[in-house]
Structure formats: C-alpha cells, structure tokens
C-alpha cells in the first residue's frame, strides 16, 4: 500500500438500509470529494467550514447520482489525521456503489482492508492496542466482549503500557548516568534501590501478564464440550447455552450422533460450544462414527461439561470421561429432581477423585444452569479485574509481549542478586522496554502490523 494517495470505501454494511456512508480520506481527498459532492447552497466543498455537515448532491459526468450529505474532516482531526470527507447518501447496495465509483473515477482509490485505521496507527491516531481493540470490536458477539473493546478498556492498556514504558525509561536514564560517569557521583540510584525498582516494575507487568487469562476468555472463547453417556442430558444443557432448539431431545439413547458446535456466553466468558454423542460401544455405523468424532473433541478441549445421570450408579465410561486430560472439568450430576436419581454423591466422590469441580442440576427443571454459568466465569475471569475500565490484555501478541517483558524484568533481577555487573541488568531492562514498545506498537514489525490490519473488514 501507498500511505499518501488518496483512497475512498464504502464503510456501512452491504444491503439496504437508511444511509450508505463513503469515507474519503488522503492528501487531496477534499479535492477529489469537490469533484464529485456539489453542495445545494451554492459554495464549494472546499469552503465548508470543518466538521460541518451540508447538504447536495453527488455528480458524475454532469449526471445526479444522487443527494445527501457531506462532511469534511481536516488534518489532524480526523480518524486518519488527515484530511478527509465523508459522504452519506441512499442506502443500497447499487446506489452506494454509483456514489462510491464516482469518487473513484474522481481520482481516489479503493481502500484495502483495515486501511483507514492503519493510517490511523501510522499517524499517532491510535496506538496498535487500539487497533486492535477496535478489529475486536466489530466482530464482538457478546456484551463482555463490548466491554474489554470499549474506549475505556483501550485507554486502559494504553495508559498502563505508557506508565511502564516511562518507568523503565526513566530507571535507564539512571542507571546510565551511573555507568558513564561513576567518579561524578551524578546518579542517585544504589544497587539496592535499584533491585527494588526492578522488583517493583516485575510485579506490576507480571500483573498485566496475567491479565491475559481473562482477556483471552472473554474474546477468543475457550473450547468447551458437553459430553456424556446416552440419555445424560446433553442436549438439553447445550439448548440451554445456546437458548434455543438447536439439538434434539428424545428419550431415546444415542439421539446426537453428529457434533453441533455455537459459540455462547456464559456470564462474561464466551464459549466454543461442541454438543457431541453419547460415549458407548455403539455397534450402529453412523453412531460410532458420532463417538469417535466426540472422543476427538474431548481430547483437545480446554473445558469439559461431563454430564452423569444420578439415576444411574456410575459407569466406566462416565470415569474414563471424568478422568480426561483438560484444564478445566465440571461434573453436572444430572436428573436430581426424578424419584430414584439416589447416585448423586457417588458422583460427586468421583468427580472430586479424577480432578472435576462437582455441581448438582435438575435439568428438566432449569435449577442447577445459574450454578454452572458462575462456576465457568470464575474459573477463567478474574473476579477483580472490571471489564471496560481495568486494562486486560486481549491478544495472543499482546501477551507475548508482556511476558517476554516480565522475563527480561526477572533476569535484571536475578543479576542484581547474583552481584553481577550493573551494565547486565541495563541489557536486560533495555530489553524489557523494548518488549512493551512492541506490545503498543512503538517498536513493531512491519507484517505484524500487516497481520493484524488485515483482519480488518474494507471501509474501516
């Protein structure tokens, strides 16, 4: 891409609606919308005072395509910081194409994908954890999700990435005075204020490090999966997920043979939800196929919901299950409001034995759902952490970054214990600043930046 022509898209969704809206943003994107925006009063597009909205229409060829209304952003405010105009006309997918072809036969440019905000970025518009907060929120599907990609929540990161930065800068300019001239006594900095401040600054990026579990919950979704004997009721927890009628419930065993997946929230975690077939010998064709594409599932889940039949004694199929490699089990003893459902604490005694939290449930009374939504949001969110107001670390760059900061942090500091030279804990901590530049895009590679921009829907 070139970042000083000029370029235009459509930036509304497809289809019809209200309004169609072209943004136009470069060094000559006044000119180019001049070209094609004719304002109803008379004066040209140019001479409309900034931020001001006008009403006219939109001419190609010396044709009306259509009217509606401009507005014009000039450098540095506007979303790119550079000058840029936005025209709002019909909505549809035919006309807002005529309105956006006629500022391209103007001399603009289609966009790419995520070119308006990489502009942004390059032009100190944004930081690229905004960036980022900003791609994840137009794909946000759970209200958590518009929380951690709220203004709020990428100030947040952006604040704290700041503070970091400044410190660690500041502990540089320091220590280096102390190095090149260590017969002036110009540096008021001692070995054991400096392992404190080292110590000190581990701990807080080890804070925002940790951050990342519940980030990663609530906006990349953890792989969860129902599973269970015939007739467990897994089926009917996952319709409850997903609030509809999406799996089929009979009183029939082996109903589910094939794997239905949707992504749900439960409390502020969002869920890669697999509803799979009952775990049996099953000597019908199509049914083992089911079993075997659940038995994959369960291998590589990161939570699994086992769901037992406390009208049944346990089987060695509902322990093989409970014993199943996965960072997170939950046991829902099911079926506890029938006569006879008399196994509910056998279950519970073997689901504490093979590592599983335990939860009773009465399904086909709904008691029990609220239970096991609190039980998953404590398991991978951080209670404390407020969620559009607190700075939570969202991506997986993100977290490497920070983590590769805390690492360098803790070998200044294991120098300094180790009474090694001064100057070594100094590399380390130049490593650590620059870990965190590149987590908010001050020091960045190039295809990063191409990576995560690309990600971006065209328009936007």
């Given at each position: 891409m070139i970042y000083t022509d000029t370029i235009a898209a459509i930036s509304t969704p497809p289809g019809v609606g209200g309004v169609a809206l072209i943004r136009i943003t470069g060094a000559d994107a006044i000119s180019c919308a001049a070209r094609v925006f004719f304002p109803a009063?008379?004066?040209?597009?140019?001479?409309?005072?900034?931020?001001?909205a006008c009403y006219g229409r939109v001419m190609r060829g010396g044709v009306a395509v259509d009217d509606g209304i401009a507005t014009v952003f000039r450098a540095p405010h506007s979303f790119t910081g550079e000058d840029t105009v936005e025209i709002t006309c019909h909505g549809?997918?035919?006309?807002?194409a005529e309105v956006l072809a006629a500022v391209l036969a103007a001399g603009a440019r289609q966009a790419e994908a995520g070119e308006f905000t990489?502009?942004?970025?390059?032009?100190?518009?944004?930081?690229?954890?905004?960036a980022e907060a900003t791609g994840e929120l137009l794909h946000a599907k759970t209200r958590a999700q518009l929380a951690l990609t709220s203004p709020g929540a990428r100030d947040a990161v952006?604040?704290?990435?700041?503070?970091?930065?400044?410190?660690?800068?500041e502990l540089l300019a320091r220590i280096a005075v102390r190095i090149d001239y260590p017969e002036e006594d110009l540096s008021d900095i001692d070995e054991g204020e400096l392992l404190s401040e080292c110590r000190?600054?581990?701990e807080r990026v080890g804070a925002l490090t940790s951050t990342y579990r519940t980030g990663r919950a609530v906006s990349v979704g953890v792989e969860t999966v129902i599973c269970g004997r015939p007739n467990a009721g897994k089926s009917t927890l996952y319709n409850l997920f997903t609030g509809g009628d999406d799996?089929?419930?009979?009183?029939?065993p082996g109903t589910t043979r094939d794997t239905l997946t949707a992504d749900v929230s439960a409390g502020s975690v969002l869920l890669r939800l697999s509803d799979t077939a009952g775990i049996r010998d099953a000597s019908d064709k199509i049914e083992a196929i089911g079993v075997s594409r659940a038995r994959g599932k369960i291998s590589s889940a990161e939570l699994l919901l086992v769901v037992l039949d406390s009208s049944t004694p346990p089987t060695d199929e509902d322990a093989e299950l409970l014993s199943a490699v996965s960072a997170v089990k939950l046991a829902v003893i099911n079926k506890t409001d029938l006569p006879g459902s008399v196994y509910a604490g056998e279950y519970e005694a073997l689901a504490v034995k093979c590592g599983a939290v335990p939860t009773r449930c009465a399904l086909s009374l709904r008691r029990g759902f609220d239970d096991i939504v609190s039980i998953i949001n404590n398991e991978f969110t951080d209670g404390?952490?407020?969620?559009?107001?607190?700075?939570?670390?969202?991506?997986?760059?993100?977290?490497?970054?920070?983590a590769a900061?805390?690492?360098a942090l803790d070998s200044a500091v294991g120098a300094l214990e180790a009474g090694l030279p001064v100057d070594i804990a100094e590399a380390e901590l130049a490593s650590a600043l620059s870990a965190l530049s590149r987590l908010d895009g001050r020091e960045v590679a190039d295809n990063v930046i191409s990576e995560i921009f690309s990600k971006f829907c065209v328009g936007k």
């Open positions: 009063s008379g004066a040209l597009l140019s001479d409309i005072p900034a931020s001001r549809g997918v035919l006309i807002s990489r502009r942004a970025f390059l032009n100190g518009k944004l930081t690229l954890s905004d952006s604040e704290e990435t700041e503070t970091l930065c400044r410190a660690l800068t000190a600054l581990s799996a089929i419930v009979t009183d029939i404390t952490l407020r969620l559009g107001r607190d700075a939570v670390l969202l991506s997986a760059r993100q977290y490497s970054e920070a900061s805390r690492e």
